[in-house]
């Protein structure tokens, strides 16, 4: 079975540093990864997907992150931090081993400080 | 076009009480998703469905029921509520190509009393 691990639950960094959100995968072939964006009151956006094309993926608003097989990672990073970027993250996996089924992380809130 | 729309936004049920939680979607896709969010535990898997006609058992299907009469409707069923059944639930839809991105609708929360 799929999995996905977020390390942090809740993650704060100032207005223009770097932000790291972590997220590790388990799966016995290789997985579709997504990371998922929810602000407040809202449902869920793509910010992002890796389907075994480039291990670096470039999202919306900046985001970024990179598939690393010999670590089973996919950390979604951003260099600088803004305010608006304040909201829930979801890394999720999917198929082909199981399906197009979304197994979701529990999410990580990211907290921008001034 | 509106994407993926949920009705009601909010609801209020007291135990034992039952509802219906309309998901629409507008992209003509084939699959369509119920999940439960909950503080802590991201989204739970409900029920889906991989074509009009269909369903399958998710992760947490105890106590849901769903149909899929119509391509572009998924209604989620709750026959008996029950306070642990609190919770924001998720519709998402995607068409048939695995790589494609799942469209979430802005969610309906939930409260039993």
């Known amino acids: 079975a799929q999995s996905v691990t977020q390390l942090g639950s809740h993650v704060s960094v100032s207005e223009g540093a770097l932000v790291l959100l972590r997220c590790n995968y388990s799966s016995s072939v290789p997985p579709y990864l997504f990371w998922y964006v929810q602000y407040p009151n809202q449902g869920l956006q793509l910010l992002l997907k890796y389907t075994s094309a480039a291990t670096l993926v470039k999202g919306i608003n900046g985001f970024e992150a990179e598939f690393k097989k010999s670590e089973t990672s996919f950390h979604l990073t951003k260099p600088s931090a803004h305010m608006s970027d304040a909201a829930e993250y979801f890394c999720?996996?999917?198929?082909?081993?199981?399906?197009?089924?979304?197994?979701f992380g529990t999410g990580t809130q990211l907290k921008v400080e001034l | 076009n509106a994407g993926v729309t949920q009705t009601p936004k909010f609801r209020v049920l007291k135990t034992g009480q039952s509802m219906t939680l309309l998901c629409a979607q507008d992209m003509n896709h084939e699959y369509m998703y119920w999940y439960r969010q909950d503080p802590g535990m991201g989204l739970r898997l409900i029920h889906y469905s991989v074509g009009e006609g269909t369903t399958a058992k998710g992760e947490v299907p105890d106590g849901y029921n769903v149909s899929r009469l119509k391509k572009q409707n998924f209604l989620l069923g709750l026959e008996s509520a029950a306070p642990s059944q609190t919770s924001v639930y998720f519709c998402a839809s995607h068409g048939s190509v695995g790589t494609e991105e799942q469209y979430f609708g802005p969610g309906t929360r939930l409260t039993v009393t």
């Open positions: 999720a996996v999917s198929g082909p081993g199981g399906g197009n089924k979304l197994t």
